[in-house]
């Protein structure tokens, strides 16, 4: 079993950071908010990371503006003040950023590059989505665009833009053309991990910065094993 590693306040992988919002590279075990597990959310280890940095008294104010699945990696995006929190909130829920992921499957997409529309209705109990080719009740509207951009031994990468963000939306859509991403066994691979986590990273962001207005582009490196690095 490979070692897990978790974000510490040592190791935290900076993407940008600023007065107003601190990016971040998301390891396969940090989960962005606490949940029922009990873990040190990374929230908690941004925060402890700023404190120390900047030797700030009492409580630092960090907002959580989206989330990435726990097994998934790549870029995590905090704000540092509550006026870029509201307008990073009103962008990401208005589709205001781009979105880039890469992902591996082991099956061969069905077409090289391809848009997926699905209707995916999520199952709380099970903690997953499912995708449906018409619409049935309780279920959103999910599309994206991928495209095959690597062909390895055995799998395929393949780059993701999301048009809309649903819960494990790629997941639940590219298991449902027949292409789980790779270690993800909730989707229908074949086996996990060696580390847990599986192999989808949010690549890219593009965004307008919330206070200063500038184009933001951020590019996460990949996870160090075998298959990123080949891509």
């Known amino acids: 079993m490979a070692e897990k590693i978790i974000s510490t306040k040592n190791n935290l992988q900076i993407l940008h950071e600023d007065n ?3 990016v971040v590279n998301k ?3 940090d989960i962005v908010q606490g949940d029922k597990t009990g873990d040190k959310p990374l929230s908690e280890v941004v925060k402890e990371y700023i404190k120390d940095k900047y030797n700030k008294p009492g409580e630092v104010f960090l907002g959580v503006v989206h989330r990435l699945d726990r097994p ?5 995006v905090f704000a540092r003040t509550s006026k870029a929190l509201t307008r990073l ?3 990401f829920s208005n589709r205001e950023t781009q979105k880039t992921y890469w992902a591996v499957v082991k099956n061969k997409p069905p077409k090289s590059e391809d848009k997926l529309v ?5 199952n709380e109990k099970n903690n997953t989505s499912k995708a449906h080719i018409k619409e049935v009740p309780e279920s959103k509207l999910a599309s994206l665009d991928y495209k095959i951009i ?9 780059e993701i833009n999301l048009h809309t963000g649903r819960h494990h939306q790629i997941r639940a859509q590219l298991s449902a053309i027949g292409s789980p991403i790779k270690g993800d066994l909730k989707y229908g691979f074949d086996r996990s991990n060696p580390d ?5 990273h949010a690549r890219k962001l593009v965004f ?14 990949v996870p160090d094993d075998v298959i990123w690095r080949a891509i």
């Open 150 to 158: 690597k062909e390895l031994n055995n799998y395929f990468a393949l």
């Open 208 to 221: 307008t910065h919330p206070v200063t207005k500038e184009n933001i582009q951020i590019i996460a490196p």
């Open 27 to 29: 390891r396969v075990g």
């Open 118 to 122: 699905h209707y995916l209705k999520r």
């Open 72 to 76: 998934t990696t790549g870029i995590v």
């Open 20 to 22: 107003h919002i601190i």
């Open 89 to 91: 909130n009103e962008m």
């Open 196 to 200: 847990g986590g599986i192999h989808l």
